[in-house]
């Protein structure tokens, strides 16, 4: 075993952000992996574009890295009914001996929306939802019946939002202080500069007033492809300190950041940036503030 695949098994890592998909299966639709589509975020995706990609090929990828726990997050995008691609990801689940948990899919704004809760829930690997709003589509009154339900069902809401879109979130935040939000890749830093780094950091850190929200520090190599430790730092450092050592949690977003580097470079730079935390904060960030949040 190589240093760098020793320092990445250190720690006991939670993945909160993978995807997997089964494109043979015709039920199942993933518009991100279709020819020719091309990713706001992560551009060009056909190096991923593989007929299959799930627990295997992400066990294969990540052995080194002493993962213990994972989550799923919704990659059937397109698919007329979200749970069919939950059914297929807890018959995963049941197979695989890393335990999974599941952020499916659901419309929030669906007639029906309950009956769709309560047919994912029969999942038992199910945790959260997501349904890939962002902050200004969030603040809209016609969703807090959806967001009640999400708390009378203990589901989080994952959303991804950049700065200028944090405002909105943070009212719905603080309309519904029993629903419980997860804000993605570090709240979508679609550039890397000083300026929007400022705007960034006072967004965050006015949502980080929110006790219902958590911070996962993922998508480190979107919109930052040559990344380095010391150009990624500032951002995860960022996020911690406005959030702090108790709702923060990494996230690999595997497959897509393989685009950007090997699965242990990319867990040994999160290692690397939290150093000189102490081991206990180490292992809350890497493991245990993640196992609160999605209750595995």
Not at 80 to 90: F, I
Not at 114 to 123: N, P, T
Not at 272 to 278: K, Y
Request: glycine share 4%; hydrophobic share 45%.
């Amino acid at each position: 075993m190589t240093n760098e695949t020793a320092r990445a098994a250190d720690l006991p890592f939670f993945d909160t952000h993978i995807h997997f998909w089964h494109r043979r299966n015709p039920e199942l639709s993933y518009a991100f992996l279709k020819p020719g589509y091309v990713s706001a975020a992560a551009g060009n995706t056909d190096l991923i574009k593989s007929p299959t990609y799930d627990f295997d090929g992400y066990r294969a990828e990540s052995r080194f890295a002493n993962v213990v726990k994972a989550v799923h997050v919704q990659a059937a995008i397109g698919t007329a009914d979200p749970v069919l691609e939950t059914a297929w990801l807890q018959q995963e689940a049941d197979r695989i001996s890393l335990p999974l948990a599941i952020v499916a899919g659901a419309p929030l704004l669906a007639a029906d929306l309950e009956g769709i809760l309560e047919r994912q829930l029969a999942y038992a690997n199910v945790r959260g939802i997501r349904d890939r709003l962002d902050g200004a589509e969030l603040d809209n009154r016609a969703l807090d019946p959806a967001l009640r339900l999400l708390a009378r069902y203990n589901l989080s809401l994952e959303v991804g939002c950049t700065w200028q879109q944090m405002p909105e979130l943070a009212k719905v935040a603080g309309r519904h202080p029993a629903t419980r939000f997860v804000l993605v890749h570090m709240g979508l830093p679609v550039a890397r500069d000083a300026e929007y780094f400022a705007h960034w950091s006072l967004q965050l850190r006015a949502l980080a007033r929110f006790d219902n929200i958590s911070c996962k520090i993922s998508g480190l190599g979107l919109w930052d492809p040559l990344w380095t430790i010391e150009s990624i730092r500032p951002w995860v450092m960022e996020c911690i300190s406005a959030f702090g050592t108790s709702r923060c949690f990494f996230a690999s977003n595997w497959p897509i950041d393989r685009q950007y580097s090997s699965f242990d470079s990319l867990i040994n730079a999160m290692r690397e940036c939290i150093s000189e935390f102490t081991r206990q904060e180490q292992e809350a960030l890497f493991l245990h503030n993640a196992e609160k949040a999605y209750r595995m």
